[in-house]
């Protein structure tokens, strides 16, 4: 079995290194960019904007297709369809089927959107560990704390949540794998066949995963864990030059393609 | 002829990123009937991907495993028979428990080769008395067990399935002295009976030197050794550069010959450690 979770690929690149409060902000802001660009200028700065961090990530590209080569294929497809569907003009026209101008214009946006909506997303994944992750979000609802929101406490489950996975995948392996060299049919069709199958590995992997957590919170339990209400960090975040940079530059593409939207218009929307 | 032949056997786990990570690398052996053979080597050296490899549970990269002369993978779709004639027990085989009653986890493996109900009982009668399980515990839930009882109870459900080779993988890791003396001498007394292959994998080199006939020393996927406890533990340099140790009383005894000039013999048994200094001591009397 080899699933790969967390696609978090350890490195040391610039991107690795920012604030991962700031790669949450960013991300958001990059999001928003994308879907509001609408002229085909505003779209080319920022491929050519994702093409960079891309660069910059010192990821191989083939890693970045391999991870989204699927779901970009059929995004692709079905943007593709929507060159049938545009109103006004044809540019071309066979029996009942039409392109017109808008339907092209139309989904060379959508297309390009998802592309780099794929992308970016793939690149912040690739680049931020799941800690990082956890403790920039912790960072960024604390705020919620004031509506009695325990923002450290969900925190923690997440985090152990995440642990969990791939412990409890290797688990569930080695239990498939020891139930099969008792024999257990894997190969056996029929839903009755197919339940018999499941309870031997099931039933093993839960009682697994519940002493896990037992053993889990009596560990926690031990170190004092719930006993102060502050708890610290071995690392702590800290934005520097570099995120004020990734910030600015943002602010930059925004008004670009701001700018871009109000001068190069595509007549669509 | 031998039971286990490995010939150039090479297996990589895929390591995620696309490239592949060597775990057993170009093994040769052959195993003999009727031994216990003995496997050693650090963590990660890669035993228990070697377990796996004859029980048939991943297939050789590379090369390949003969039992009783035959390629296990000859037959794709057969490759269930071979699990039921190369029993494994995974490290803490207690995790794979999950029946209602010990008796039906032990009668899992049987049931599923298809015998009928009376040879199920017979076999699970047996592989519970070979395994040490007391009559009155075979109808409690396996669950509510001690940590002695669970492993014996999951030992014996490969027992049970009656192989011609037994893999133990860590048998006795995690228990205490008490039921780590016991599960060994089930084993023992197990392959006194049946006369078929055990390996044995252990971290435990007192074990292995009291129980085995051959040991095969890993490292880093690698066969460094295939001998006789007594030749693998007389190079004690080798073995510590592998991160292992020799048995406690082959230390104290090689200190024992070079202090009172006997012998220079390797000695690994108890027993025979006790011979030998009841003879140094009457030597020193006369
Ligand atoms: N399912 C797996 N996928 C990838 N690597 C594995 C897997 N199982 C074991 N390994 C790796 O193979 C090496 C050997 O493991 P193993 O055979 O379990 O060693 P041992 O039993 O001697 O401690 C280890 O370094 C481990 O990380
Ligand atoms: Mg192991």
């Given amino acids: 079995m080899d699933i790969v979770l967390g696609q978090y690929l350890p490195g040391n690149s610039v991107l690795h290194r920012l604030d991962p409060r700031i790669k949450f902000i960013s991300l958001f802001a990059l999001m928003i960019v994308v879907f509001s660009a609408w002229s085909y200028l505003a779209l080319l700065i920022i491929t050519f904007f994702t093409a960079v961090l891309v660069l910059m990530s010192r990821i191989r590209v083939k890693i970045y297709m391999k991870n989204t080569g699927i779901i970009l294929g059929m995004t692709m497809i079905s943007a593709l369809l929507n060159l049938f569907y545009g109103s006004g003009k044809p540019v071309f026209s066979w029996g009942f089927i039409s392109i017109t101008e808008m339907g092209i214009q139309n989904s060379i946006v959508v297309m390009t959107r998802i592309f780099n909506m794929l992308i970016l997303s793939t690149c912040f994944m690739f680049t931020t560990s799941p800690n990082d992750m956890t403790y920039g979000l912790q960072s960024l609802l604390k705020p919620l704390k004031r509506w009695g929101v325990n923002v450290d406490d969900l925190i923690i489950m997440i985090t152990i949540a995440l642990r969990f996975i791939p412990i409890s995948l290797t688990e569930a392996n080695k239990i498939f794998n020891s139930q099969k060299s008792r024999g257990a049919d894997i190969n056996k069709r029929g839903i009755v066949n197919k339940i018999a199958l499941f309870i031997p590995i099931v039933l093993p992997l839960f009682a697994s995963v519940f002493r896990r957590a037992y053993e889990l919170s009596m560990a926690m339990e031990c170190r004092c864990y719930g006993f102060k209400e502050e708890r610290t960090h071995l690392k702590r975040l800290e934005t520097t030059a570099k995120d004020i940079f990734a910030l600015a530059s943002i602010l930059l593409l925004m008004i670009g393609v701001i700018f871009c939207n109000k001068i190069n218009p595509t007549h669509l929307f | 002829m031998p039971v286990i032949e490995a010939e150039n056997v090479s297996y990589s786990y895929n390591g995620g990123a696309g490239f592949d990570i060597f775990r057993v690398k170009k093994m040769n052996f052959s195993i003999e009937k009727n031994q216990i053979i003995g496997v050693i080597g650090h963590t990660g050296s890669g ?53 209602d009653t010990v008796y039906d986890d032990i009668a899992f493996g049987p049931i599923n080769q298809g015998l009928s109900k009376q040879e199920v009982n017979t076999r699970v009668l047996n592989a519970a008395e070979f395994a040490g399980i007391s009559k009155d515990i075979l109808q409690r839930s396996p669950f509510d067990l001690s940590g002695g009882e669970k492993r014996r109870t999951a030992i014996a459900g490969i027992i049970a399935i009656d192989p011609e080779v037994l893999i133990l993988d860590e048998p006795t890791s995690g228990l205490d002295p008490i039921g780590r003396r016991e599960i060994l001498e089930s084993i023992y007394n197990y392959h006194n009976k049946k006369k078929n292959v055990i390996i044995f994998i252990s971290h435990i080199m007192e074990d292995i030197a009291e129980m085995c006939d051959k040991v095969m020393v890993l490292d880093k996927g690698n066969l460094e050794m295939f001998d006789t406890p007594m030749k693998v533990f007389s190079n004690s340099s080798i073995l510590s550069n592998l991160g292992l140790e020799v048995p406690q009383i082959t230390r104290i005894m090689k200190i024992v010959h070079q202090r009172t000039h006997t012998s220079d013999e390797t000695i690994i048994k108890i027993d025979d450690a006790i011979r030998n200094i009841i003879k140094i001591l009457d030597m020193k009397r006369m």
Avoid: C, M
């Avoid at chain 2, 990269?61 to 002369?69: A, R, V, W």
């Fill in chain 2, 47 to 99: 035993k228990s991907t070697l377990a796996q490899l004859l029980n048939g549970l991943i297939k050789p990269t590379e090369g390949k495993i003969l039992l009783n002369g035959k390629n296990l993978w000859e037959d794709f779709s057969n490759i269930r028979e071979v699990h039921f004639k190369v029993g494994l027990t995974f490290q803490y085989p207690e995790h794979q428990l999950f029946k």
